[in-house]
């Protein structure tokens, strides 16, 4: 417990700082791991609480970035082969900036497919399942996206340090760095998680009910 609290201490003292150096130093240390634990849920509370104060956020947040983020690839990929091909330029970013865009587009699509449930959830078992057992795969799921949230968070952010601390550039430009994609991934995994606890609530509350819950839309119609 002791070196834990040192390590709570060495990255605090580091964030106060805010030099990426000593930021990316003192992150790698195991305490970070207790850090981004303890926080991911009360963040993911807060988001859940602004979706369901804010319908249109709730509503038309994922869809409206997935859409502007896949049509600024498909437009940089259509433009940028038609000057290649035909007038033998090409902007030096067009190869780069597509890739760490499309890694905003996954983790965005899959918080997205968590709250439509059309993630891969076995729901042909679990409609066999007695109520109290579905409920139990309901928290099941809810502790195993934690878990997978905690790891990729902390790696995701080390990365994010990492690269600031190195000011590394998004390849043929001069001052897009390219921590600003890594960071938007934890923003994501936390809008994610935020969407499991909504489940996990309407599943809840469905249970007290005695209503349907656990299932994806489509096994729920039947």
Same mark, same amino acid.
């Given at each position: 417990?002791?070196?834990v609290?040192?390590?709570i201490?060495?990255?605090?003292?580091?964030l106060?700082?805010?030099?990426?150096?000593?930021?990316?130093r003192?992150?790698?240390?195991?305490?970070?791991?207790?850090?981004?634990?303890?926080?991911?849920?009360?963040?993911?509370?807060?988001?859940?609480i602004?979706?369901?104060?804010?319908? *249109?956020?709730?509503?038309?947040?994922e869809?409206?970035?997935?859409?502007?983020? +896949?049509?600024?690839?498909?437009?940089?990929?259509f433009?940028?082969?038609?000057?290649?091909?035909?007038?033998?330029?090409? *902007?030096?970013?067009s190869?780069t900036?597509?890739?760490?865009?499309?890694?905003?587009?996954?983790?965005?699509?899959c918080?997205y497919?968590?709250?439509l449930?059309?993630?891969?959830?076995?729901?042909?078992?679990?409609?066999?399942?007695r109520?109290?057992?579905?409920?139990?795969?309901?928290?099941?799921?809810?502790f195993?996206? +934690?878990?997978m949230?905690?790891?990729v *968070?902390v790696?995701?952010?080390r990365?994010?340090?990492?690269?600031?601390?190195?000011?590394q550039?998004l390849?043929?430009?001069?001052?897009v760095?390219r921590?600003?994609f890594?960071?938007c991934v934890p923003?994501?995994?936390?809008?994610?998680?935020a969407?499991?606890?909504?489940?996990?609530?309407?599943?809840?509350?469905?249970?007290?009910?005695?209503?349907?819950?656990?299932?994806t839309?489509?096994?729920a119609r039947?």
């Amino acid at each position: 417990m002791q070196e834990v609290l040192s390590g709570i201490t060495t990255i605090w003292d580091a964030l106060q700082g805010g030099q990426p150096f000593t930021i990316s130093r003192a992150i790698r240390n195991p305490a970070f791991y207790w850090i981004i634990s303890a926080a991911i849920l009360p963040l993911s509370l807060v988001i859940m609480i602004v979706f369901r104060k804010v319908r *249109v956020l709730d509503k038309y947040l994922e869809p409206t970035a997935m859409f502007l983020i +896949y049509m600024t690839i498909a437009m940089i990929i259509f433009v940028e082969v038609i000057r290649r091909f035909f007038f033998n330029v090409q *902007v030096a970013w067009s190869t780069t900036l597509p890739p760490y865009l499309f890694l905003l587009l996954t983790w965005i699509g899959c918080a997205y497919n968590v709250k439509l449930r059309a993630h891969l959830s076995f729901g042909e078992f679990r409609a066999m399942m007695r109520p109290s057992m579905r409920l139990a795969m309901s928290f099941l799921d809810a502790f195993l996206w +934690y878990v997978m949230a905690v790891i990729v *968070v902390v790696a995701t952010l080390r990365l994010t340090a990492n690269s600031a601390s190195n000011f590394q550039m998004l390849l043929g430009t001069d001052n897009v760095m390219r921590w600003w994609f890594y960071i938007c991934v934890p923003i994501s995994w936390l809008i994610l998680y935020a969407r499991v606890l909504e489940n996990l609530t309407q599943d809840i509350r469905n249970y007290r009910a005695g209503q349907e819950f656990g299932l994806t839309n489509e096994l729920a119609r039947e």
